[in-house]
């Protein structure tokens, strides 16, 4: 028996304080913090710079326009709409004629668009599958560019160069029409939502009634697609689809009528400019309507929660199930505008718009709603990353059930309000009005759950059968604590 | 509201228009693309519509389940309903207590409506 020096028996090392997978991902991968944080010291300096010089430069003009020195011209970057009126101006004085200056504004107007939409859809799918990633704690594309960020562009040339199908017995005809029909109208939604002031592709004064007739468009396209691929898994999906968008547009356009009650007008810019002037959100005063509308456009754009049209588990793809290469790549990128589409529009009516409390003087309001469709967005992200999905008969009987008499419900308040509203001059109206519908919220909608038999589940925990006939119970019970 | 000229109607909806024909342009030169990097092949086997593996048996054009239909025939009720409404919203404020109470019998019937179908168990999916 040799002597060996009485060592300490070895401790385990301490484990560092945050020894998550998440943490260690964060801490390991190159995420965008990561990539701010390590950047060379010039690249820094240069980029806080520059943010800081637009800012600053912003707010100088903004300053001297509301100071009455300079008024809007080609300048007054907050708002680009200034820009293109001022090049109107210039192409009228140069004896073009109204019909020229008017087209190439729309052009521009139009173009604008499309590329706005087509970088978001870029930026977005990589934004949704790091978010994702991070969600269910993996890494995420990382290999395609700098952080993975030329994915996007590496899965459309992909796309392009994979081979189109057409399905045998299909209905050519037919078969050719959907990837158009629900490319266009996702794009010409996009035409009322009011970046800035004078910043509107179309400021129609029936924009909110545009924007539901456009968005409803899409419904023919996919039930063609479903129609003409000859494939059951297509047909199917696009009757859920069909019955899903139809009946979740009921509850959009109620709970859009609230707002337009309330605002007295169907122009998006008005509606912004009543939420500004008032200094208050529309989604405060009714959140059950804010609800209603972001609830039922995830139905509407088949998202996660209500994404049972396209559960790839039971029907494949739902209705593009039989399209491939770029048309199938056309139906991925509408369902991503889509959503995008719905930040927008949520912004727009019920948080603001291009409105922050007077910041909008000083920054530009394109920014402003920017961060706010990627909020709404990424709230979509994450009840993806959360959610299971419901089943048909759940959603349909929630829409029809509980959403519709509900918003119908109050419809009819915001009505009374409004017309208090337009009749009484209080200071603290608007006040008492969001304290009394967020009462009104709670009390209906406990009322009519219990009415239409929603009530949760009472939490008990059962013995899971497995475990007392394996005998793995008395295990369980050691682990807990030793409670009987 | 002021009233519109047609002139300014059109020139209102003329950005639709051009928005449609660049949407149209980028959708059909996406296509063309696609047309001219793919391979194309006219397979017969490759042109079978997807069905897990197996053989389709027969034309999908089949039998679907009349649920839907009675979906379309509540969703009509209500479309309708919203057109009403929507003019309502706008000039409710300025009439008065009157427009409130025809809304609110107009909704009353159509709500009857919908409770007969609840009733009926139409909105239950079977």
């Known amino acids: 028996m040799t002597t060996a020096p009485a060592s300490p028996p070895r401790r385990p090392e301490a484990p560092p304080a945050l020894a ?32 800081l010089l637009f800012f600053a430069a912003n707010a100088a003009i903004g300053y001297l326009v509301i100071d009455g020195r300079l008024d809007g011209h080609w300048y007054d970057f907050r708002d680009l709409g200034v820009a293109v009126g001022e090049l109107r101006v210039w192409l009228d004085d140069r004896g073009l004629g109204p019909w020229l200056s008017y087209w190439v504004t729309a052009l521009i107007g139009a173009v604008g668009i499309l590329s706005f939409v087509g970088g978001v859809l870029l930026i977005g799918t990589w934004i949704e599958r790091r978010l994702l990633a991070k969600f269910q704690i993996r890494r995420g594309p990382n290999r395609v ?41 996702a794009m010409l939604a996009w035409g009322p939502v009011p970046w800035a002031p004078t910043m509107s592709y179309l400021d129609i004064n029936v924009g909110l009634v545009y924007v539901i007739a456009i968005s409803s468009l899409s419904v023919l396209a996919i039930f063609i697609a ?31 009528l609230s707002v337009a009650l309330f605002t007295g007008s169907l122009k998006l810019s008005a509606i912004v400019g009543w939420q500004s002037d008032h200094t208050m959100w529309l989604g405060l005063i009714m959140p059950f309507a804010l609800f209603t ?25 739902g209705f593009h199930t039989e399209y491939s290469g ?7 990128a509408v ?19 291009y409105t922050f409390f007077g910041l909008e003087q000083w920054i530009p309001p394109y920014l402003i709603l920017a961060v706010k469709i990627s909020a709404v967005y990424f709230l979509f992200v994450w009840l993806r990353g959360t959610l299971p999905r419901f089943r048909l008969d759940q959603l349909m009987g929630y829409a029809w059930k509980f959403l519709i008499p509900l918003s119908i419900a109050f419809m009819g308040v915001s009505a009374v309000e409004a017309s208090i509203l337009a009749r009484v001059d209080l200071p603290g109206l608007l006040l008492i009005v969001l304290v009394v519908n967020a009462a009104l919220t709670v009390v209906f909608v406990r009322l009519w759950a219990r009415v239409v038999g929603y009530e949760a589940p009472r939490d008990e925990v059962t013995m899971p059968a497995l475990t007392t006939s394996v005998g793995g119970l008395r295990a369980a019970q050691r682990l807990r604590g030793g409670a009987s | 509201m002021e009233p519109q000229s047609i002139d300014q109607l059109y020139s209102n909806y003329l950005p639709v228009l051009i928005a449609t024909i660049v949407g149209f342009v980028l959708v059909i030169s996406a296509l063309l693309g696609s047309r001219l990097l793919a391979p194309f092949s006219r397979e017969r086997e490759k042109a079978t519509t997807y069905e897990c593996g197996m053989l389709p048996i027969r034309r999908a054009s089949t039998n679907v389940g009349v649920r839907f239909y009675l979906y379309a025939i509540l969703f009509i009720i209500f479309d309708v309903e919203a057109v009403f409404i929507f003019p309502w919203a706008l000039s409710f404020v300025g009439v008065g207590a009157q427009a409130y109470w025809v809304m609110v019998a107009f909704i009353a019937i159509l709500g009857a409506g919908l409770g007969y179908a609840w009733k009926k168990g139409a909105l239950q999916w079977r």
Request: aromatic content about 8%.
């Open chain 1, 145 to 185: 560019g700098p952080f993975g960020l030329l994915q996007p562009l590496a899965d459309a040339i992909k796309l392009v160069q994979k081979e189109v199908l057409i399905p045998r017995g299909a209905d050519r005809i037919l078969f050719y029409l959907p990837p158009v029909l629900v490319f266009i109208p």
């Open chain 1, 226 to 256: 479903g129609w003409s691929s000859n494939n059951h898994y297509a047909l199917l999906g696009a009757m859920r689809t069909v019955a899903m968008m139809i009946s979740y547009e009921i509850p959009v356009s109620i709970s859009l």
């Open chain 1, 293 to 317: 509308f972001f609830f039922s456009s995830t139905a509407e754009i088949n998202r996660t929660p209500n994404d049972i049209a396209e559960a790839e588990s039971e029907i494949v793809a």
């Open chain 1, 20 to 51: 998550t997978p998440m943490a260690r991902q964060i801490r390991e991968a190159p995420t965008l913090r990561g990539m701010l944080t390590r950047a060379p010291a010039p690249v820094k300096v240069a980029g806080a710079l520059a943010g």
């Open chain 1, 326 to 332: 770029m048309k199938a790549g056309l139906f991925l």
């Open chain 1, 335 to 353: 369902e991503l505008g889509n959503a995008l589409l719905i930040g927008a529009l949520a912004a727009t009516f019920f948080l603001g718009g």
